[in-house]
């Protein structure tokens, strides 16, 4: 296996069913980016965009952030795009890997408990309007 040192990207609405060494596929429909692991064993990963998941800034160049910690594949590799550039990380561990489970689980579980259903929300406005 040979680790890359940069990416290309793409746009697409829906991700395709094979995805090709290299490149960051980025659909603003469903919210993700994915890519196969740079570390050249080929698994897909996808990264969620978004208040509980990772930051995506484009300007020509791909930035990923938070790192991409792969502590759940055999690989255990740990990099960070920025620039469209593959900065190398030590491996995770698997302490690593559980504490960013543990982060990224309660990021999500905060974000849900935000979040009000639309109708309970729509239901607010009409009862604060009949008053």
């Not at 064993?41 to 792969?70: F, M, R």
């Not at 489970?101 to 935000?114: F, G, I, K, M, S």
Request: aromatic residues 6%; contains cysteine; glycine residues 6%.
């Amino acid at each position: 296996m040979s680790r890359r040192l940069e990416v290309d990207h793409r746009f697409v609405e829906e991700l395709p069913a094979a995805l090709k060494p290299g490149l960051v596929y980025i659909s603003g429909t469903h919210n993700i980016a994915a890519h196969l692991c740079c570390c050249g064993c080929n698994e897909e990963i996808v990264t969620p965009l978004g208040k509980a998941g990772w930051t995506l800034h484009y300007d020509g160049q791909v930035t990923l952030s938070p790192s991409i910690g792969n502590g759940a594949l055999a690989c255990s590799s740990h990099y960070i795009i920025r620039e469209s550039r593959i900065r190398w990380l030590s491996d995770m561990t698997e302490s690593q890997h559980a504490r960013a489970h543990a982060r990224d689980h309660a990021a999500a579980q905060e974000l849900n408990a935000t979040q009000e259903p639309w109708l309970a929300r729509a239901l607010k406005v009409i009862f604060n309007w009949v008053r």
